[in-house]
């Protein structure tokens, strides 16, 4: 690291049920006893890392590394931008994974095993990648905008999401998501919706689950767009049709492994926008996130951001 490369560390020590904080304080003194030097801020309550990121890329800082799961790296993410602009034009985000799913560190290996986070945090590589920009309706009711960098979905993927981030996470991420899920396939039922993309209707009907991919795994390790890639303009959408129960428990292994894509029920396409419309309540999640619920928009922001890997 040089001393352009100020880095804070936004720490949420409830992640992975509480788990994260005793992890993270060993990491710490490893990392310093090396001689890397990073300043650290806590979060105690939801969008403090996403206030603490904003104030720390006003205050100089260029690094921010989020420590904690998909919520927190979603938070961060959230906060290099203010009234959608890029508050700085250098500035860097990474991740040490700690909490509950790790699907975006999943692409890049990353992880918080000691090594590997010294190798990040002075040898790793910078990489521009695209920012999607997810317009929805907020739990207070108004329309929302917030940003992510991974995956975002209605319907059976998002339910589980709401379940997992409801539920207490004392269960490793892999196990969290795979009983949420199995819960969520029992009681979920389908639900009717339109799909756009790129203002163009491609499907009608009943349908088990919508997403928008720009990285490849969602839901815990379940690897949905294998061919997605973070920094090609692209969303890769993948409309799951009517389903039965099971159906989709049958899938499950070939989610996981991304060998689903050939199914004859599968509609997959890129496009720079979907927009998901529906009279039924469809719960929307963004890396890991239940923010609100549909109608709902997806699109490629111009604002892309670098990461750190």
């Not at 001393?3 to 992890?23: I, M, Q």
């Not at 910078?126 to 929302?144: A, H, N, Q, Y």
């Not at 409801?166 to 892999?174: Q, T, V, W």
């Not at 894509?261 to 997959?268: Q, R």
Request: a neutral charge; proline letters at 3%.
């Amino acid at each position: 690291m040089n001393n352009s490369d100020k880095t804070l560390c936004v720490v949420n020590p409830a992640s992975a049920n509480g788990r994260t904080k005793k992890t993270w304080r060993a990491l710490e003194s490893f990392l310093r006893g090396q001689g890397l030097e990073f300043d650290v801020r806590y979060t105690s309550q939801p969008k403090d890392a996403t206030n603490i990121t904003r104030e720390a890329l006003q205050n100089g800082y260029r690094r921010i590394v989020a420590v904690g799961g998909d919520g927190t790296l979603n938070e961060v993410v959230n906060g290099f931008y203010d009234n959608g602009k890029k508050i700085k034009d250098d500035s860097v985000f990474s991740l040490i994974p700690m909490g509950t799913g790790g699907d975006f560190a999943r692409m890049f290996s990353l992880s918080a095993k000691p090594q590997r986070v010294l190798e990040l945090l002075t040898r790793g590589e910078e990489l521009e990648i695209d920012v999607v920009k997810g317009t929805f309706t907020g739990w207070s009711g108004e329309r929302e905008i917030r940003y992510y960098i991974n995956v975002a979905d209605v319907g059976l993927g998002s339910e589980t999401v709401y379940h997992v981030n409801n539920n207490s996470k004392a269960l490793k991420g892999f196990l969290s998501f795979l009983i949420c899920a199995v819960y969520s396939i029992l009681t979920y039922e389908n639900k009717h919706l339109t799909v756009k993309v790129d203002d163009k209707e491609v499907f009608t009907g009943k349908s088990s689950m919508v997403v928008a991919s720009n990285g490849s795994y969602f839901g815990g390790g379940m690897k949905i767009a294998p061919q997605a890639k973070l920094n090609d303009g692209l969303l890769d959408i993948t409309i799951v049709k009517d389903f039965s129960k099971i159906e989709i428990l049958r899938n499950l292994p070939g989610i996981y492994s991304g060998k689903h894509t050939n199914h004859p029920d599968l509609i997959i396409l890129n496009g720079k926008k979907v927009e998901i419309i529906s009279e039924e309540k469809l719960y929307v999640e963004l890396d890991g996130e239940s923010p609100g619920t549909g109608d709902l928009e997806f699109e490629i922001s111009p604002l892309q951001m670098k990461v750190l890997i």
